[in-house]
């Protein structure tokens, strides 16, 4: 009895196994989530009474990735949030709306720019290849926090809570 139940299985196993999977892997790319519309994205310059020029910080905003606002970003001295992106992958497109909700609802603290970088998916342009090749990134749903220094403050790779990212965007916070 006990090797009729082996035989079966070792039959059963395989083929339920291929009923799991499919014979060659299939992604079906997910269009990302659309970015709302850019506020002013310029810091305001505000001259205090002594002369010195300071800076107060705008409002925060979080757009598809651009070398040149990303470049301005950094000459300012304004803190940066990375998010790295890829359409088809389902924690990616799982986190998305969460931050997007977190951006739209106020959450993120003023004055920090944030940009989807696209990784590895049909709309990765080179600039988004040479950043993630600046900082290794070596899978999507990294999130790098820079701060005014310009250096990066904390990384993150996966899924994180509402929490504990607004905790890593205050870091940065000006």
Not at 52 to 74: G, H, V
Request: aromatic content about 10%; proline content about 9%.
């Amino acid at each position: 009895m006990n090797v009729r139940r082996l035989f079966l299985l070792a039959i059963a196993l395989p083929l339920i196994g291929q009923g799991c999977a499919p014979s060659s892997p299939t992604v079906t790319p997910h269009p990302p989530t659309a970015l709302p519309a850019q506020t002013d994205v310029e810091q305001q310059v505000t001259p205090p009474a002594d002369g010195d020029a300071k800076t107060t910080p705008s409002a925060a905003t979080y757009e598809d990735y651009s070398a040149e606002a990303y470049n301005a970003a950094l000459a300012v001295g304004q803190p940066v949030f990375l998010n790295f992106y890829a359409s088809w992958c389902p924690l990616c497109r799982e986190q998305e709306p969460r931050i997007l909700n977190l951006y739209t609802n106020g959450q993120f603290p003023n004055g920090i720019k944030g940009f989807r970088v696209h990784y590895n998916d049909d709309e990765t342009s080179s600039e988004d290849k040479a950043l993630a090749k600046q900082f290794n990134v070596t899978y999507q749903h990294t999130y790098i926090f820079i701060g005014t220094d310009g250096k990066e403050a904390k990384r993150t790779l996966g899924t994180t809570t509402n929490q504990a990212f607004i905790e890593s965007l205050q870091l940065i916070a000006p």
